[in-house]
């Protein structure tokens, strides 16, 4: 394997942009890294021919930067239509529909919900997320997910215990 082809220095950068994403107290911050953490995640799995994975990237991108500045269930309800109709076309087995499930349920998360309920939500898709990456055998993919998980546990834990921040 080579551990520094263009696919995995794709991945590396993903696994910055995530771990400093969901290591954020801030709901903006979290929602700025984690677009640029899906924007390189959609060329790291387009690179490695994950292509649902990397559509849904893509799509979840455009959400984290959309919901900067919108909250709505129309939004939400939008880009899980895009997200549905993506699958539909690229899916060809039951785990391409993960990337689907996982970032259907994060666009809710992500437009709908705040602080620590918006987090344990968007661990649950990192757990999707997670099991994408075993299946499909992407190591890279593998340790960010494994990592932003650990990251974002401890975020939940930390923003259990201090009043929280503005967003």
């Not at 309800?77 to 549905?84: D, S």
């Not at 437009?111 to 990192?126: D, F, K, T, W």
Request: proline fraction near 4%.
């Amino acid at each position: 394997m080579d551990y520094l082809s263009p696919a995995q220095l794709a991945g590396y950068v993903a696994f910055v942009f995530g771990i400093a994403a969901f290591s954020q107290k801030v709901d903006r911050r979290l929602k700025v890294l984690n677009g640029a953490q899906c924007v390189a995640y959609a060329l790291h799995f387009m690179l490695l021919g994950n292509v649902p994975a990397s559509a849904i990237s893509a799509v979840a991108a455009a959400r984290s930067f959309l919901a900067l500045r919108f909250s709505s269930p129309l939004l939400a309800g939008a880009i899980v239509a895009v997200n549905l109709a993506i699958g539909a076309q690229v899916v060809t087995s039951w785990t391409g529909w993960l990337p689907v499930a996982a970032s259907s349920l994060g666009t809710v998360a992500f437009v709908m919900m705040r602080g620590i309920p918006m987090r344990v939500v968007m661990l649950i898709c990192c757990l999707m997320w997670l099991a994408n990456n075993i299946l499909s055998g992407s190591i890279g993919g593998t340790m960010l997910e494994s990592a932003i998980a650990l990251a974002m546990i401890s975020t939940i834990v930390r923003m259990a215990r201090t009043p929280a921040p503005a967003t």
